[in-house]
């Protein structure tokens, strides 16, 4: 057994267990901190799998954005935390076996499983040499997207100012309504 081996065990049992605790918490913001606990593992995941861009886009835009949108969220709605919901050790036996059952299915499917031992090669684009798939990754990246896919990627820029714009006259509009609504 090597590091990288024991590495992907410890991530996939974050990951997993981040899963199972945000199912079984009962306080929502407990939920988020497991779901941050598994997001943050499958980005470990992606560095080992040699996507260091791909890892640090999970760290930023779902550990960071996403999981703060949802604290946002969460304080900002009315809710009621004392409430409690009724689910005894019969639901935590079943939720139980099906983690058990899960985790043999996939051990099943992945013990005998070879993968090819051979480095990938990705040809140069138009240059005729051969390159490592997993090597300068964030800088293909980075050229595929400001050469081949600019149009898309300017695209999707205006887009989304549109959309904090019209959510800003939302948010604008519904504050001016309450003031009116009081007076």
Do not use: C
Not at 50 to 63: D, G, K, T
Not at 85 to 114: E, N, P, Q, T
Not at 156 to 173: F, N, P, W, Y
């Amino acid at each position: 057994m090597n590091g990288e081996l024991l590495a992907f065990f410890i991530l996939a049992l974050i990951a997993i267990g981040g899963g199972v605790l945000m199912l079984n918490m009962r306080k929502v913001i407990h939920m988020v901190v497991a779901l941050v606990f598994t997001f943050l593992s499958i980005a470990g995941l992606y560095v080992l799998l040699s996507a260091e861009f791909v890892a640090v886009v999970q760290v930023l835009i779902y550990s960071g954005g996403v999981s703060i949108i949802m604290l946002f969220g969460i304080m900002l709605t009315r809710h009621d935390d004392r409430s409690k919901v009724s689910g005894g050790w019969l639901r935590r036996f079943f939720a139980g076996i099906g983690v058990l059952v899960f985790f043999a299915i996939m051990f099943y499917g992945i013990k005998d499983l070879a993968l090819g031992g051979g480095e990938v090669l990705l040809s140069g684009q138009g240059q005729g040499e051969e390159q490592a798939l997993y090597e300068n990754n964030t800088q293909k990246i980075g050229i595929s997207l400001y050469s081949n896919y600019i149009i898309p990627f300017e695209i999707t820029s205006v887009l989304l100012l549109v959309a904090l714009v019209g959510a800003i006259t939302l948010a604008k509009r519904d504050d001016t309504e309450e003031v009116n609504d009081d007076e």
